[in-house]
């Protein structure tokens, strides 16, 4: 963990509702994303796909394609290099890398590249490639017995007590088995790349969410120095976790760039998008729960199976929720993953949470039913005061605030308990309520903070900002703690040539960057100190950190406003035209801090109307209730919860990415056939946020990305099972479901 000093700023920025400082950029368009470079002479690619889900390529006939207008190469596994995987990464092992035999593992599988003049000739000369394949049966199902199955590869499976002592002493106990599909992160924006070579040197722009792992991964595969590779993505057009791996497209574009010479620039299209930038797992969860008839939890058991690639080794334990979630003496969770013939799966927002909370949260609700008590009294009486799993207590934890102050706002003491009880008219009325965490998630950052002689300042880091509004609160933190304006301090992103930052993935970024920038900048003010240390004309000779306030462009000593001088006095005092500082964030660790590093915690309360002859459900209203920690930003924080909501919906109503069993093929890899919510499908929105900074961290942050979407789907889940008396127990939840 990093600790620092305290500097005293006297502008407080940090919380109010800063309009985005990038928003000026992006509704002119002058915020260039990946897909708006473009270089002299570049060349730009198209990518043949398997049409088959599992067997071989017989043969592949590239001569009309060569021989098409404009095209410079076409390249397949018949004449592109060998290349290694990609290393391991924080987020585990790289994907497999492309065009390295003639195997086939999954329909949508990139079998060439073709690289032409124009786009459009790529496109077309593409579509020439012949290609024979030898198909093989497909493994499709989770539950086909020739199935390879791993068990907790990972090592993540926890259990603690005697999990059937305690089944055996419970009062009341309910199991079921609870579905979830796969879903597809679908960012707006087309995931693009554009790779350009200079001798040795590469310079790639990139839809990622990573710039440092793609120039660490590039280089592992291609055997150049990391210093030789440039990773640009300073605007990112969303992700949802699409961004965090280095998917093989990347790794083509880079290989096609280098053959052919020239710049070569690649764009997704959205059925590619489907098959090539991962997707979020399909789940089978079987959930058991027991508890004394005074609701006392007693015993938890949550079986996960998600699935998995072939030969990827990306992990989500959709079960791990149950054990650190409730108070209870008895958990045992257990997850495995089945190898199928299917498309790399990756994180998508909230991955493993968003799955696993939907079984344990509806669970939990259906126990509160059989017990007769109140579904909110039952999870404030099973609140976790202290880590289940660690037994310390939490560095911040105001989930009953969430449960007290979101029921508040809701209403909920307006509902009836009994299903089905209350009506507007035709419409079943339903209110309903999960519990929401996301676990804390924090790894080594760095960011650089320099003062100019004009007194303003500029950070960096090499962080991506997808919408999340990094430019906006690294601005306002910078800005406090350098005690300047937010018009004086320019804070910059997505260059790999910056000082090294983690993945914008998992709710850490803001914590890991934000604590680098408090480093950096006290280290800067510490920096100025240093200069006037022995400066008899400075009224800050001698001055420490803990002596003295920012303020207004300036240092003085605190107290004393008229005791100090300008970061520009100071400057040109000593024939500098800037000074700048490092500053590094490591993650907080428990066992130094004797307490549990705390994630994000939340409640959603949902109100659903369902007409029961046409079998119509409308999510008509949601309450988040939110402990982020400190907030740097309240209005960049609400939307973050807000669109994570939004995403919950999908989740519970719509998003189901539909395989053909019989060929392997997604049948609805567009937005004609993917349903995603629309403006008609949000309803009113209330957020509001409580608790406290995050004791474990200098900047009190706990991040608030992932958090928005868990819980959303059970919510809505138990909001049906309140008006209709029916419980859903798979994803999407659908009209025949209703009927």
């Given at each position: 963990?990093?600790?620092?000093?305290?500097?005293?700023?006297?502008?407080?920025?940090?919380?109010?509702?800063?309009?985005?400082?990038?928003?000026?950029?992006?509704?002119?368009?002058?915020?260039?994303?990946?897909?708006?470079?473009?270089?002299?002479?570049?060349?730009?690619?198209?990518?043949?796909?398997?049409?088959?889900?599992?067997?071989?390529?017989?043969?592949?006939?590239?001569?009309?394609?060569?021989?098409?207008?404009?095209?410079?190469?076409?390249?397949?596994?018949?004449?592109?290099?060998?290349?290694?995987?990609?290393?391991?990464?924080?987020?585990?092992?790289?994907?497999?890398?492309?065009?390295?035999?003639?195997?086939?593992?999954?329909?949508?599988?990139?079998?060439?590249?073709?690289?032409?003049?124009?786009?459009?000739?790529?496109?077309?000369?593409?579509?020439?490639?012949?290609?024979?394949?030898?198909?093989?049966?497909?493994?499709?199902?989770?539950?086909?017995?020739?199935?390879?199955?791993?068990?907790?590869?990972?090592?993540?499976?926890?259990?603690?007590?005697?999990?059937?002592?305690?089944?055996?002493?419970?009062?009341?106990?309910?199991?079921?088995?609870?579905?979830?599909?796969?879903?597809?992160?679908?960012?707006?924006?087309?995931?693009?790349?554009?790779?350009?070579?200079?001798?040795?040197?590469?310079?790639?722009?990139?839809?990622?969410?990573?710039?440092?792992?793609?120039?660490?991964?590039?280089?592992?595969?291609?055997?150049?120095?990391?210093?030789?590779?440039?990773?640009?993505?300073?605007?990112?057009?969303?992700?949802?976790?699409?961004?965090?791996?280095?998917?093989?497209?990347?790794?083509?574009?880079?290989?096609?760039?280098?053959?052919?010479?020239?710049?070569?620039?690649?764009?997704?299209?959205?059925?590619?998008?489907?098959?090539?930038?991962?997707?979020?797992?399909?789940?089978?969860?079987?959930?058991?729960?027991?508890?004394?008839?005074?609701?006392?939890?007693?015993?938890?058991?949550?079986?996960?199976?998600?699935?998995?690639?072939?030969?990827?080794?990306?992990?989500?334990?959709?079960?791990?929720?149950?054990?650190?979630?409730?108070?209870?003496?008895?958990?045992?969770?257990?997850?495995?993953?089945?190898?199928?013939?299917?498309?790399?799966?990756?994180?998508?927002?909230?991955?493993?949470?968003?799955?696993?909370?939907?079984?344990?949260?509806?669970?939990?609700?259906?126990?509160?039913?059989?017990?007769?008590?109140?579904?909110?009294?039952?999870?404030?009486?099973?609140?976790?005061?202290?880590?289940?799993?660690?037994?310390?207590?939490?560095?911040?934890?105001?989930?009953?605030?969430?449960?007290?102050?979101?029921?508040?706002?809701?209403?909920?003491?307006?509902?009836?308990?009994?299903?089905?009880?209350?009506?507007?008219?035709?419409?079943?009325?339903?209110?309903?309520?999960?519990?929401?965490?996301?676990?804390?998630?924090?790894?080594?950052?760095?960011?650089?903070?320099?003062?100019?002689?004009?007194?303003?300042?500029?950070?960096?880091?090499?962080?991506?900002?997808?919408?999340?509004?990094?430019?906006?609160?690294?601005?306002?933190?910078?800005?406090?703690?350098?005690?300047?304006?937010?018009?004086?301090?320019?804070?910059?992103?997505?260059?790999?040539?910056?000082?090294?930052?983690?993945?914008?993935?998992?709710?850490?970024?803001?914590?890991?960057?934000?604590?680098?920038?408090?480093?950096?900048?006290?280290?800067?003010?510490?920096?100025?100190?240093?200069?006037?240390?022995?400066?008899?004309?400075?009224?800050?000779?001698?001055?420490?950190?803990?002596?003295?306030?920012?303020?207004?462009?300036?240092?003085?000593?605190?107290?004393?406003?008229?005791?100090?001088?300008?970061?520009?006095?100071?400057?040109?005092?000593?024939?500098?035209?800037?000074?700048?500082?490092?500053?590094?964030?490591?993650?907080?660790?428990?066992?130094?801090l004797g307490m549990a590093i705390a994630g994000a915690f939340g409640a959603k309360f949902v109100e659903?109307?369902?007409?029961?002859?046409?079998?119509?459900?409308?999510?008509?209203?949601?309450?988040?209730?939110?402990?982020?920690?400190?907030?740097?930003?309240?209005?960049?924080?609400?939307?973050?919860?807000?669109?994570?909501?939004?995403?919950?919906?999908?989740?519970?109503?719509?998003?189901?990415?539909?395989?053909?069993?019989?060929?392997?093929?997604?049948?609805?890899?567009?937005?004609?056939?993917?349903?995603?919510?629309?403006?008609?499908?949000?309803?009113?929105?209330?957020?509001?946020?409580?608790?406290?900074?995050?004791?474990?961290?200098?900047?009190?942050?706990?991040?608030?990305?992932?958090?928005?979407?868990?819980?959303?789907?059970?919510?809505?889940?138990?909001?049906?099972?309140?008006?209709?008396?029916?419980?859903?127990?798979?994803?999407?939840?659908?009209?025949?479901?209703?009927?």
């Open positions: 963990m990093t600790t620092s000093p305290t500097i005293s700023p006297t502008i407080a920025v940090i919380g109010a509702g800063l309009d985005r400082v990038d928003a000026p950029l992006k509704v002119t368009g002058k915020a260039h994303y990946p897909n708006d470079f473009g270089y002299a002479g570049m060349a730009h690619a198209a990518l043949v796909r398997s049409i088959i889900a599992a067997g071989r390529i017989r043969a592949i006939d590239t001569s009309q394609a060569q021989a098409a207008p404009g095209v410079l190469t076409v390249i397949t596994h018949l004449n592109a290099p060998r290349l290694d995987r990609g290393p391991m990464t924080l987020l585990g092992p790289s994907p497999p890398a492309p065009l390295q035999d003639d195997r086939i593992l999954h329909y949508g599988q990139h079998v060439a590249i073709v690289v032409a003049t124009t786009a459009e000739q790529a496109r077309h000369a593409a579509s020439l490639v012949r290609v024979e394949y030898e198909s093989t049966e497909a493994l499709l199902d989770v539950d086909d017995p020739r199935a390879e199955v791993l068990t907790d590869p990972w090592s993540l499976d926890s259990e603690r007590g005697d999990v059937a002592a305690g089944f055996a002493a419970a009062d009341v106990v309910v199991e079921g088995t609870y579905t979830t599909p796969d879903n597809t992160n679908n960012p707006l924006g087309l995931m693009a790349t554009i790779a350009a070579w200079n001798g040795d040197s590469l310079t790639v722009h990139d839809s990622t969410q990573w710039p440092h792992n793609v120039r660490a991964s590039l280089a592992a595969i291609f055997k150049i120095p990391e210093s030789g590779i440039r990773v640009l993505a300073p605007y990112v057009g969303g992700g949802f976790g699409a961004g965090l791996r280095m998917w093989p497209h990347v790794i083509l574009t880079v290989l096609a760039a280098r053959e052919v010479g020239r710049t070569v620039k690649l764009v997704l299209t959205r059925p590619e998008m489907f098959t090539s930038v991962g997707h979020r797992p399909n789940s089978v969860q079987h959930i058991k729960i027991g508890a004394s008839r005074a609701g006392d939890l007693i015993a938890i058991e949550h079986h996960g199976t998600s699935t998995v690639a072939m030969e990827d080794d990306d992990y989500e334990p959709v079960s791990l929720c149950s054990a650190v979630s409730y108070a209870c003496p008895n958990v045992r969770t257990r997850d495995r993953q089945v190898r199928l013939n299917i498309p790399c799966p990756g994180s998508m927002r909230a991955p493993a949470e968003g799955q696993g909370n939907f079984a344990l949260e509806s669970a939990i609700d259906e126990l509160a039913h059989a017990l007769g008590m109140d579904p909110l009294e039952f999870r404030l009486r099973n609140y976790a005061g202290e880590h289940p799993l660690f037994g310390l207590p939490w560095s911040s934890n105001a989930l009953q605030e969430c449960y007290r102050r979101g029921a508040e706002r809701f209403g909920w003491s307006q509902r009836t308990p009994e299903p089905g009880s209350m009506r507007d008219g035709r419409w079943l009325v339903g209110y309903g309520l999960a519990g929401a965490s996301y676990p804390s998630y924090q790894v080594p950052c760095q960011a650089r903070a320099s003062v100019h002689r004009d007194g303003s300042a500029f950070v960096r880091s090499a962080a991506t900002d997808i919408g999340t509004g990094t430019y906006t609160v690294m601005t306002q933190l910078a800005a406090e703690l350098l005690g300047l304006d937010t018009s004086r301090v320019r804070f910059d992103l997505g260059d790999s040539d910056m000082p090294y930052s983690p993945q914008a993935g998992g709710s850490g970024l803001t914590g890991a960057l934000g604590n680098a920038v408090h480093a950096a900048c006290w280290r800067l003010v510490r920096e100025f100190l240093d200069l006037v240390r022995d400066d008899m004309d400075s009224p800050l000779r001698e001055a420490k950190l803990d002596d003295v306030t920012v303020s207004e462009g300036r240092i003085h000593r605190t107290g004393a406003p008229e005791l100090g001088e300008s970061y520009t006095d100071i400057l040109a005092r000593h024939g500098l035209e800037e000074l700048s500082a490092d500053g590094r964030s490591t993650p907080p660790r428990s066992e130094e659903v109307r369902i007409d029961p002859d046409l079998g119509l459900l409308r999510v008509t209203r949601v309450v988040s209730a939110i402990d982020g920690g400190r907030i740097l930003n309240e209005k960049t924080a609400t939307s973050q919860i807000i669109g994570g909501t939004v995403g919950g919906i999908g989740q519970a109503l719509f998003e189901d990415t539909a395989t053909d069993q019989g060929t392997g093929r997604i049948a609805n890899a567009t937005f004609g056939d993917y349903l995603v919510p629309v403006n008609a499908d949000v309803p009113d929105m209330d957020v509001i946020f409580v608790g406290e900074p995050d004791r474990a961290t200098p900047v009190g942050t706990k991040g608030v990305g992932e958090v928005g979407l868990v819980g959303v789907a059970a919510a809505i889940g138990n909001a049906v099972y309140h008006a209709t008396g029916r419980r859903m127990r798979s994803l999407p939840i659908t009209i025949d479901q209703l009927l």
